[in-house]
């Protein structure tokens, strides 16, 4: 599989997770054979890789109450 370097976020972009809703901070960005991999903080003390397709600025899929 050939990837480019062309990222759809930004590190300090706001997105959602697709698959729970959560509201997250790009923070790292990683280039792998598979694809690009983001880090994302989704709070102080919680932080993952996802890959761009879990991700969307669609506030639509944040979680509105916790």
């Known amino acids: 599989m050939k990837t480019t370097d062309a990222v759809k976020f930004e590190i300090g972009s706001v997105v959602y997770h697709r698959a729970d809703g959560k509201r997250g901070i790009i ?3 990683l280039f792998r054979p598979t694809g690009v991999l983001y880090s994302v903080a989704f709070g102080m003390n919680n932080e993952a890789w996802a890959y761009e397709c879990e991700l969307t600025v ?4 944040g979680i509105t109450a916790e």
Request: hydrophobic content about 30%.
């Open 27 to 29: 923070t790292g960005i």
């Open 58 to 61: 669609e506030e639509e899929f």
